[in-house]
Each structure stands twice: as structure tokens, then as C-alpha cells.
């Protein structure tokens, strides 16, 4: 992999960001992580250059509102195009309660020709933990979090320079991963609020951290970047905040992204 672009960095009920989802980019193949919960998805991909027919590999890592129900206007629009004959591959990577959760939406809310085209085309891959898929070129392992809510897989792939990046899902980091995390490259991780607002936004209750107590966590861990997201949305400066919060307790490299914008990861040669 050589990038990553953020299509969005909201949590699940924000006003001005988009829900958290990314493109991870290598070469000319790419795997979308995540859907975010509207047809915004589909503008914040044209705005980056994208259409949906470039995107043939989706991984779902849970069945949230915000992060499945856009998948549900790309299957809009494309299952129109699958009834016209476009035979490009259509993957959905995802564990088996989204995956139920995926036929149960589309069956419900389309007409039954819709239906038809999708089942006929696309292919929902159900997970199982520590299953290795080479997607995009790149060998990615997708392992369960532990969550204490729904069903949540997250993944590590090695970069193309050799480096670790790890995605967490949503939830705050189950201990038992620690020792999977230890001296990665890159942790993505959320980061609900800052630690002051925690009383606000109330992220312990959600199963979510506030960026001081994922920074305490990922210290010892000897973590190189870390990469927060999935964030409220009432700071204009959210970037400057939360870095600001984030390099009291953390050593290593922090990155707040905001939406559509892109993290390198690799130098092209």
C-alpha cells in the first residue's frame, strides 16, 4: 500500500464531517474501508478522482449505521450498471454479521430486478479471524477486536516498504491486541474527543477513547505513527487540538486527518 485517503473522519452522528471511511491506494488498485452512512460517500470519491467502477474491493468492518449504510447507494447505483452487463469483480470483505446484515438491507429496500442483479454479481466474502486475502495486490490479515459491542474485524498489512499498518476499527483497543500492535508503523485508532470533553460526548459509555487515553495506551506499546479519527466535529482547529492533546502523551508521530485528505505512506521511487 502506498497511501491513504480519508474520505471521511466523523463518528457516527456528525453534521460536518463525513462518517469515517478511507481508500487505501496501491498503484492503480485500491480496497475502500468502509462505507460511512450516506450518499456522501459517492461525492467524496468523485472528489478525489474516483468513480464507482474503479472500486472493486469494499471491506466492512461492522454493521453501524455509519459505516455500512453507504454501501447501500453504491449498490444502488451499481446494480443498475450490473443489469446492463458491467463485469468488472465486485468484492465485499466483511464478518458474518454484516454480512447478514448487508443481504437483509438490499433485499428489503430494492426492487426485486435490483436484487437480482446484485446477488447475481457481487461477492459478499465472509470472514473468519486471522484469515490472510490478497486484495489490491497486498496480502491483508483481518483479525476480530474483541469489541464489546457488534460484531468488529479489523486488519494489518504489510506496506510496500515493509512496514506494519494496523486498523482498529472503532472501539477503544482491546488489551488483548497489544502484543499484535507492539512496534507497528502505523495504528489506526479512534479518537472520539478530547479528554476535557469527555463528560460532553460521553466516549467511555461508547466504547470509545478520548485522544489523551489512546495516547496512554499506545505509548509503551512503541507505536511509530498514530493515526486518529472517527472524531466529533465542533472544533474548526479539531487538527491542531488534538495533535496538541496527543503529543502530551504520546512520543511518536501523530496524525489527525481531516476528510479527503491523503496520508503517504510509502514514497514512490
Partial sequence: MEKIIMLGTGHGFVY???????????GEENL????????????????????????HNIFISHCHTDHILGLLWILKKMSGLFSKGYNEPFNIYCNQ????????????VFPDARVKAIEKKINIHTLFDGEKLK???EEITFFDVHPKGNQ????????????????????????VLYDRL??????????????????????????????????ETMQ???????????????????KELYTREAEKYFSGNVLVPNDLEEIQLVKRR
Fill in 97 to 108: 454479521e454484516v454480512t447478514d446484515a448487508i443481504r437483509k438491507l438490499y433485499s428489503s
Fill in 135 to 137: 486484495i489490491a495486490s
Fill in 32 to 55: 475502500l474501508v468502509d462505507t460511512g452512512g450516506g450518499i456522501e460517500i459517492v461525492k467524496m470519491l468523485e472528489e478525489k478522482g474516483y468513480k464507482l467502477t474503479d472500486i
Fill in 220 to 238: 509503551p506499546l512503541n507505536i511509530k505513527n498514530l493515526i486518529l479519527y472517527h472524531t466529533e466535529d465542533t472544533h474548526e482547529n479539531k
Fill in 152 to 175: 468488529l474485524y479489523g486488519f494489518e498489512t504489510i506496506l510496500n516498504n515493509g512496514e506494519k499498518l494496523i486498523f482498529l476499527g472503532d472501539e477503544t483497543c482491546n488489551p
Fill in 16 to 26: 460536518n464531517l463525513y462518517n469515517t471511511c478511507f481508500l487505501l491506494i496501491n
Fill in 182 to 215: 507492539k512496534g507497528a508503523d502505523y495504528v489506526m485508532h479512534e479518537a472520539f474527543c478530547l479528554d476535557e470533553e469527555e463528560a460532553v460526548f460521553k466516549a467511555y459509555e461508547k466504547h470509545h477513547s478520548t485522544v489523551k487515553s489512546v495516547c
